[in-house]
């Protein structure tokens, strides 16, 4: 290092100061991240000179940091250069160190440069709360307290009742409170009724779907599959996966475990299956041409800075591609993490596979109750009654036997296709000749029979094979019979084969179906002859001449017969010969017959007997309600892990692209960071995602439970303890109350068991919560950010909340059933098609147009266009906290968008069911409490020049609604409409109180 240079500056900060030592995490960490880790920092490739900042030992080994002696540090020398070009940092990064900084940096070194870990990588301790007086309710109030006592400032008193139920109702329901439950909560004098308020609302239903809200947008979750084309998928039973298990209070852990892991717990339910949906959330791209390796590398690289970011504050992306330059995460440890995920047989497809049948619990109750009654009516078929009993006796004794067929010599057999046939002595039908893949035959049969009750059709085996050309199996897709006196064939009342293959059954062949996929197949029953009866629905009328015509259909591509023959009966029962075992139990007297063989006869019997056929309608009723209800089932994508033998190698990526692996530095194995606790797992085996889940939770862990906790707490105090929610990285903030962080992590891991909603009821039952939102000069001039938490901040309703909310005011909103298929809510004029595919989303109709936000199709190229304009993502990636931007665009839409008017026009009518005082009850509803005088006189002057007018249009008050309510005032509907417009965007309805 260069020599100590004389200079003013050096001198002037060389000068002794009275102030406390410096802190190093919080005054000397952040100006060295800030100003040196760039070039002398984690990352070794970037590290300039060979000096090394980040630790104490490169500082002190390279002489840049002399304990105690700042005059013999060359960090100082360099940071006080009066040479441009040799003052650090350099010119070209725009950064200079102020005397501040520089003096901070010299004390800390005079004090000996004690050196910390990085707060953040120091797991939380059970911190004792300070003392708190009587404005403290909770622990949480007793730090706040003591940090504005130390500021001479003092914290607001609880906010009135009005603002305090809409505010904690809106941030745990997303919703407004209705008047009824305004007026209640005012009234209520118990002590507790706070707490009552806060218990009520976490219980309901709709506390999770707002809740599920904040997790969907890190998890980047959407119903398509994104880039170009950016095809719609099927995920919405993850979203109520999540919504579910924040209505049930899944504790933390838990829902880590399952929704990184829940397809490798012992015996997983299909609940943890969805839930491994979390990871599935990640982009699939279906554009030709592309590598599907490359996009699931980049689906598996997603998930890791997904959840290093989502659980932990941990921007690791920032080491893909090499050592991070500010965090102790090494491009390896990168792909160590990498390693967890490169086990799952997703790989970019089409299709989106994995996935699995995922029904609903309504669905699972209905298809529970159908096979319960299935079972049942099977029972009744094992245990014959004595009523069963004689409908099998009557069966037995209306069934023909083999002798009443007739095996008839054919007159001529001929194809339309060029199949070729010659007639045996026998009866048989023998094909030869071309093969063409689909055929249609006839064969012309003279009969003495008066009438035909019944066909029979014989495939013939050779002993191996049922078809020609090397196929094994035949398709018999239509079967007709007619007479030189019929113009159409005569219909068949049912079918019956021994045999039938799976999804090809012999009923098939007369539904009038002749299509390839229906009919009649013999897989894998190759090896014996196969015989199928046709019953007619009324007898068939033989003419004088004699002649049937059987009409057969073969449409699956060469699976036409080779050798059959067709037999006739004008008995009244035509049927199959019963099997051996079946015969013998007909020669036994019923009273002898054993329970199985009852058991046998009943089973054959339900397939045919005309008397059972009450309990076949029962039965087929059943099962077409069952297939329906399958029919229906959604699908979720799930995460499947590959089997140990097909494993993937894992290589650190250089330059962070899947083309340059590191072939040389030799496969990775699955490991987390070196800088935190270390991962238990079996060592006789590589680790698992569910080692990384428990690693994530393990009370060892220094920032899950704090970035989880702080999340929370921004959510109702509008900015974190960290105020940098996705950086607990040693470029993020410090907290603003380390203490208070530290004690509500471990208080909720410990103590409350990671529990979510015992954290929620917890925060907003403190005083801090309740706080007034007032504030005045000299709060703003002391505190202008609110750090100190001396009073409520104020917060603009999300998209989602704007809508729901204005919605609800109106009347309008569905809110009585959770989950369910994604909607379209009513779409703006001019929607522009998707790129490629020109599509545009089906707008809902009937109460789908009125479901909340949450439900709202999530097209990731195109998502609703109002929520795009109050900053909700894509959500093509994780994003841990949304951006609150403020544009003339959105006082536009709240004033212009169809669900803003539609919205005011449901207030308007539900305040003119106030004949006397509609302006006050519309505000009412809308801001939970009642106007002032002033406020009240300006919107009646509103409401009475709008009424005035003569040129506003009446559809004001009835499109998009609908026509008005019989003997409501069109004029008088517009001008309340106008006025509820304004009610609806004025600053206290946007924002939270």
């Known amino acids: 290092m260069v020599a100590i240079l004389d200079s003013p500056v050096l001198a002037l900060t060389c000068m002794l100061t009275l102030a406390a030592p410096p802190s190093f995490n919080e005054d000397v960490l952040p100006i060295l991240s800030n100003n040196c880790f760039a070039c002398h920092g984690p990352d070794a490739a970037a590290r300039k000179a060979g000096l090394r900042l980040d630790t104490r030992d490169g500082a002190i080994a390279d002489g840049a940091i002399v304990p105690g002696d700042p005059d013999a540090s060359g960090l100082l020398h360099r940071v006080t250069e009066d040479h441009a070009k040799r003052r650090m940092p350099p010119a070209h990064t725009g950064k200079q160190l102020t005397m501040e900084e520089i003096d901070i940096l010299r004390r800390w070194?005079?004090?000996?440069?004690?050196?910390?870990?990085?707060?953040?990588?120091?797991?939380?301790?059970?911190?004792?709360?300070?003392?708190?007086?009587?404005?403290?309710?909770?622990?949480?109030?007793?730090?706040?307290?003591?940090?504005?006592?130390?500021?001479?400032?003092?914290?607001?008193?609880?906010?009135?009742?009005?603002?305090?139920i809409r505010r904690v109702t809106l941030d745990l329901t997303g919703l407004p409170p209705t008047p009824d439950e305004v007026i209640a909560f005012v009234h209520d004098d118990r002590p507790d009724a706070w707490e009552h308020l806060v218990d009520r609302l976490l219980a309901s239903p709709q506390y999770g779907e707002h809740a599920a809200g904040p997790w969907l947008d890190l998890a980047r979750y959407a119903d398509s599959q994104g880039f170009e084309k950016d095809n719609l998928r099927t995920m919405w039973r993850y979203r109520d996966w999540v919504i579910d298990a924040c209505n049930a209070d899944m504790?933390?852990?838990?829902?880590?475990?399952?929704?990184?892991?829940?397809?490798?717990?012992?015996?997983?339910?299909?609940?943890?299956?969805?839930?491994?949906?979390?990871?599935?959330?990640?982009?699939?791209?279906?554009?030709?041409?592309?590598?599907?390796?490359?996009?699931?590398?980049?689906?598996?690289?997603?998930?890791?800075?997904?959840?290093?970011?989502?659980?932990?504050?941990?921007?690791?992306?920032?080491?893909?591609?090499?050592?991070?330059?500010?965090?102790?995460?090494?491009?390896?440890?990168?792909?160590?993490?990498?390693?967890?995920?490169?086990?799952?047989?997703?790989?970019?497809?089409?299709?989106?596979?994995?996935?699995?049948?995922?029904?609903?619990?309504?669905?699972?109750?209905?298809?529970?109750?159908?096979?319960?009654?299935?079972?049942?009516?099977?029972?009744?078929?094992?245990?014959p009654d004595a009523q069963l009993q004689a409908s099998l006796d009557a069966w037995l004794a209306s069934r023909c036997g083999t002798d009443a067929w007739t095996v008839h010599h054919p007159l001529a057999a001929a194809a339309i296709n060029g199949t070729l046939y010659r007639t045996l002595g026998?009866?048989?039908?023998?094909?030869?000749?071309?093969?063409?893949?689909?055929?249609?035959?006839?064969?012309?049969?003279?009969?003495?029979?008066?009438?035909?009750?019944?066909?029979?059709?014989?495939?013939?085996?050779?002993?191996?094979?049922?078809?020609?050309?090397?196929?094994?199996?035949?398709?018999?897709?239509?079967?007709?019979?007619?007479?030189?006196?019929?113009?159409?064939?005569?219909?068949?009342?049912?079918?019956?084969?021994?045999?039938?293959?799976?999804?090809?059954?012999?009923?098939?062949?007369?539904?009038?179906?002749?299509?390839?996929?229906?009919?009649?197949?013999?897989?894998?029953?190759?090896?014996?002859?196969h015989s199928a009866v046709f019953v007619l629905t009324e007898p068939l009328q033989v003419p004088a001449d004699g002649l049937v015509t059987v009409e057969l259909s073969q449409q699956w591509d060469r699976h036409g017969l080779h050798r059959f023959q067709l037999a006739f009966t004008d008995h009244d029962g035509p049927a199959l010969p019963l099997s051996e075992s079946l015969h013998q139990a007909t020669s036994t007297s019923a009273s002898e017959r054993t329970p199985d063989q009852w058991q046998a006869l009943a089973r054959a019997a339900f397939a045919t007997a005309p008397q059972l056929q009450s309990l076949r309608a029962e039965d087929a009723a059943l099962q077409l309600s069952r297939d329906s209800i399958v029919a229906q089932i959604p699908t979720a994508l799930v995460m499947e892990a590959l089997p140990h033998e097909h494993h993937r190698t894992t290589h650190?990526?250089?330059?962070?692209?899947?083309?340059?692996?590191?072939?040389?530095?030799?496969?990775?194995?699955?490991?987390?960071?070196?800088v935190l606790h270390p991962l238990h797992h079996d060592d006789s085996k590589a680790a698992t995602r569910l080692d990384l889940a428990g690693w994530l939770t393990d009370t060892n862990n220094p920032l899950t439970a704090r970035v989880q906790v702080n999340r929370v707490w921004a959510r109702l105090f509008g900015h974190g303890l960290v105020s940098t929610e996705d950086d607990f990285g040693v470029?993020?903030?410090?907290?603003?109350?380390?203490?208070?962080?530290?004690?509500?992590?471990?208080?909720?891991?410990?103590?409350?068991?990671?529990?979510?909603?015992?954290?929620?009821?917890?925060?907003?039952?403190?005083?801090?919560?309740?706080?007034?939102?007032?504030?005045?000069?000299?709060?703003?001039?002391?505190?202008?950010?609110?750090?100190?938490?001396?009073?409520?901040?104020?917060?603009?309703?999300?998209?989602?909340?704007?809508?729901d909310t204005a919605l609800a005011c109106g009347g309008l909103l569905k809110t009585d059933r959770i989950g369910g298929p994604s909607v379209v809510p009513r779409l703006p004029e001019g929607m522009l098609p998707q790129a490629f595919t020109?599509?545009?989303?089906?707008?809902?109709?009937?109460?789908?147009?009125?479901?909340?936000?949450?439900?709202?199709?999530?097209?990731?190229?195109?998502?609703?266009?109002?929520?795009?304009?109050?900053?909700?993502?894509?959500?093509?990636?994780?994003?841990?906290?949304?951006?609150?931007?403020?544009?003339?665009?959105?006082?536009?839409?709240?004033?212009?968008?169809?669900?803003?008017?539609?919205?005011?026009?449901?207030?308007?009518?539900?305040?003119?069911?106030?004949?006397?005082?509609?302006?006050?009850?519309?505000?009412?509803?809308?801001?939970?409490?009642?106007?002032?005088?002033?406020?009240?006189?300006?919107?009646?002057?509103?409401?009475?020049?709008?009424?005035?007018?003569?040129?506003?249009?009446?559809?004001?008050?009835?499109?998009?609604?609908?026509?008005?309510?019989?003997?409501?005032?069109?004029?008088?509907?517009?001008?309340?409409?106008?006025?509820?417009?304004?009610?609806?965007?004025?600053?206290?309805?946007?924002?939270?109180?």
């Not at 870990?117 to 307290?145: L, N, S």
């Not at 071309?434 to 035959?441: D, F, G, I, L, Y």
């Not at 409520?792 to 309703?797: C, E, K, S, V």
């Not at 004001?956 to 006025?979: F, H, N, S």
């Open 426 to 529: 026998d009866g048989t039908v023998e094909a030869h000749g071309p093969v063409p893949s689909t055929e249609r035959t006839t064969v012309q049969v003279r009969t003495d029979l008066p009438f035909i009750s019944g066909l029979r059709l014989t495939v013939l085996s050779d002993g191996t094979a049922l078809g020609r050309n090397g196929n094994t199996n035949v398709v018999v897709n239509d079967v007709r019979i007619s007479t030189s006196a019929t113009d159409v064939p005569i219909a068949f009342a049912r079918a019956e084969a021994h045999f039938s293959q799976h999804e090809f059954d012999v009923a098939e062949a007369i539904d009038d179906d002749d299509t390839a996929h229906s009919g009649w197949a013999l897989a894998p029953a190759f090896d014996r002859d």
């Open 731 to 803: 470029q993020g903030e410090r907290p603003s109350h380390p203490e208070l962080l530290d004690w509500l992590a471990h208080h909720w891991q410990h103590d409350l068991h990671w529990s979510p909603k015992a954290l929620m009821k917890l925060l907003v039952t403190s005083s801090v919560y309740r706080q007034s939102a007032h504030v005045d000069d000299d709060d703003l001039q002391h505190d202008p950010d609110n750090r100190l938490l001396s009073r409520a901040p104020r917060i603009r309703l999300s998209a989602e909340q704007l809508r």
């Open 109 to 164: 070194i005079s004090d000996g440069a004690p050196w910390e870990g990085h707060w953040a990588y120091v797991p939380p301790t059970a911190v004792h709360p300070p003392r708190g007086d009587a404005w403290c309710r909770t622990p949480i109030d007793a730090f706040v307290k003591a940090r504005l006592d130390a500021k001479g400032m003092a914290p607001n008193q609880d906010a009135d009742r009005h603002s305090l």
């Open 838 to 993: 020109s599509f545009v989303p089906a707008q809902s109709t009937g109460d789908d147009l009125y479901r909340r936000g949450l439900y709202t199709q999530w097209r990731r190229t195109g998502h609703y266009p109002t929520f795009a304009t109050f900053d909700a993502p894509s959500r093509e990636v994780c994003l841990v906290a949304r951006e609150r931007s403020n544009t003339p665009l959105q006082a536009l839409a709240m004033l212009n968008d169809d669900v803003f008017v539609e919205a005011a026009q449901g207030l308007a009518r539900r305040a003119m069911a106030d004949k006397q005082f509609p302006i006050r009850t519309a505000f009412e509803i809308a801001l939970a409490r009642t106007p002032t005088d002033e406020e009240y006189a300006v919107l009646q002057q509103i409401h009475d020049a709008t009424l005035d007018r003569t040129d506003i249009d009446g559809t004001l008050a009835t499109v998009p609604l609908g026509p008005l309510p019989e003997g409501m005032d069109p004029a008088r509907a517009v001008a309340m409409t106008v006025t509820c417009n304004v009610i609806l965007n004025l600053d206290e309805f946007v924002n939270r109180p």
């Open 652 to 674: 650190l990526f250089q330059g962070g692209t899947f083309l340059a692996p590191d072939v040389d530095r030799g496969p990775l194995q699955p490991s987390t960071p070196g």
């Open 251 to 383: 504790p933390f852990d838990q829902f880590t475990r399952e929704q990184l892991a829940g397809d490798l717990l012992p015996d997983a339910t299909v609940g943890q299956r969805i839930a491994t949906g979390f990871h599935r959330n990640t982009q699939t791209n279906t554009e030709g041409g592309t590598d599907d390796e490359e996009f699931r590398s980049a689906a598996v690289i997603d998930r890791v800075n997904t959840t290093m970011q989502g659980w932990m504050g941990i921007t690791a992306g920032c080491a893909q591609c090499h050592d991070h330059k500010y965090d102790a995460l090494s491009q390896q440890e990168y792909f160590e993490l990498y390693a967890f995920f490169n086990q799952t047989k997703d790989t970019d497809q089409v299709d989106d596979r994995p996935f699995i049948a995922a029904p609903t619990e309504d669905q699972e109750a209905a298809l529970a109750s159908l096979d319960m009654q299935r079972a049942a009516l099977d029972a009744r078929l094992g245990s």
